[in-house]
């Protein structure tokens, strides 16, 4: 696809499909970029080696070894950085390594970052296991009820986000976030796991740095483990990609062409989501064993709004809390009276999956103050109505569990 300023007006889906592709030699060429993979990369000369070591040693995209990629790593980044709008992209071998890249690449002993407190789980355990230890400090507050200009210090250097946040789906009002940070030469990075750049495009609307887990929405099949990182400019860029070297992060070109494969048909795929999980929420909230369901894309939702405004669509996540009085067992019988939804911790795949959300976890979020059972369901691409079926049948059973204890 020709990248003059005439493909900037193309649909983003357009876009989205030729970003990346291979060019045409002799005449022909494959529609997907071929897996290319080597340990080791060759030099014509010895003055080819020292002039591209030296080019990448400034900057440029260029392999010189293995671990940097070649053609199949090339076209991800490329078709990510289109669909994110960013500078670049990196790729790492788990949405986990992509966060604690940028938390190791952009602070330093001495240096204080903000962390929404209902972020993914894990980077507390980065923060205890590895920041704490080489004197970095983060603070967790509440994006919508704390005053972020007023908890910035002079060695606050990065705010991290995430929109919606993790388990309940609470949605950050990003730009008015980062305006603030902005103010005070702060960046911002936000994990974008849940919007997959496809419905959220948090680096238009502020953020520095957008996050990725492709082993989610991206890969879409379940059968990758990767992250990816991408940045709004070359200083960030620059910043990163030290980081990255250092770190020796890298992923295999399968995996990378995996990944490319999934993000093709990204768009149809998250809409096909997003009808299914509206239909199982709209039937949620209906049922007298619930008393919340938690799906931005529902008007009851309190961050139905910001969503509306922010956001193009949702996915296939869908969260909900039991009524009051219900207690821990009860959210554990109804997971595994389940057929047709799998019980994993991860999801983004085609299939669907439940899990009951660790109180633990819950409590991380400021906004919940709850201490019935909340079930997280991953809605697949399975017929809705028979999940909707399955669904009620756990409940049924949950029902009679209830009955029999009161008994």
Partial sequence: MSN???SSRLGRSTR????GAPDLRGGSGPVNVPVVRTSTVRFES??????LHHRRAAGERLATYGRHGLDTHRALEDAVTALEGGHRAFLTPSGLSAITLVLVALLSPGDHALVADSVYSPVRRVDD?????LGITLEYFSPSQDDLAAKIRPSTKLVYLESPSSLLYEVLDLPALAAVARAHGIPVATDNTWGAGWFYQPLALGANLSIHAATKYISGHSDVMQGIVVTDSAALSAKIATAHEALGLTVGADDAYLALRGLRTL???LAQHQRHATQVAEWLQGQPQVSRVFYPALPSDPGHALWQRDFSGANGLV???FEEGVDARAGEQFIDALRFFGIGASWGGYESLALVASPERLREHSVWTGTQPVVRLHVGLEDPQDLIADLQQAFARVARGVELAAA
């Fill in 16 to 19: 989205l499909l030729h970003a």
């Fill in 319 to 321: 969260s909900f809390a």
């Fill in 4 to 6: 003059d300023a005439s």
């Fill in 267 to 269: 768009p149809v795929r």
């Fill in 46 to 51: 010895s003055a080819a080696y020292a002039d």
């Fill in 129 to 133: 296991s590895l920041l704490q230890r």
